[in-house]
């Protein structure tokens, strides 16, 4: 009887140690992952130029390496669906675009693209592209020029 008792009144004496240390774990998971968190920005952008539309979705990590969507939409010649990747150098933005075209067996494209930031905006750059060994890439010595862009990217509350 007496064992028994010990053995009670010993589980019962640890009950709160066991509780406090599955709310520590909890606590410490959400902790590391409001810090991970913290570490990603996302913003949205949209831009139209006539009839054509784009929308933009970008994740920055640490401030500089960016992942995200861009899908445009033009009138005349269906639509641009896909993926970027890269960035931050100084002002501008540059990615790689993989991107489809077509519904129907559609065709997998992947480019160059560069977005200068004012403002609050973000400017599609205008440049050479040229292909060597299956990459496309801006040609060296070329400028991007962003006076001539067609689109303007402006932010928009992410969906």
């Known amino acids: 009887m007496y064992m028994k008792k010990t053995m009670i009144y010993t589980m019962l004496a640890a009950m709160p140690l066991v509780y406090s240390c ?34 933009l979705t970008v994740k920055i990590h640490n401030g500089k390496e ?11 010649k269906g639509k641009n669906d896909g993926v970027i990747d890269g960035g931050y150098r100084g ?11 077509g519904t129907e067996n559609p065709t997998v494209y992947k480019n160059p693209l560069a977005f200068l930031k004012r403002g609050d905006s973000l400017i599609l750059g205008v440049g050479q ?27 928009v509350d992410c969906k």
Request: hydrophobic share 35%.
């Open 91 to 101: 002002d501008t933005l540059f990615v790689d675009y993989t991107f489809k075209i």
């Open 22 to 55: 599955g709310q520590n774990t909890e606590k410490s998971n959400s902790d590391n992952a409001a810090k991970q968190d913290s570490l990603f920005t996302n913003e949205c952008y949209a831009a139209v130029d006539s009839n054509d539309k784009a929308d």
């Open 129 to 155: 592209i040229e292909t060597s060994m299956g990459k496309s890439y801006f040609v060296k010595g070329k400028p991007i020029r962003f006076d001539r862009s067609k689109f303007i990217f402006s932010p």
């Open 66 to 76: 960016v992942t995200g969507n861009l899908v445009i939409n033009y009138f005349e």
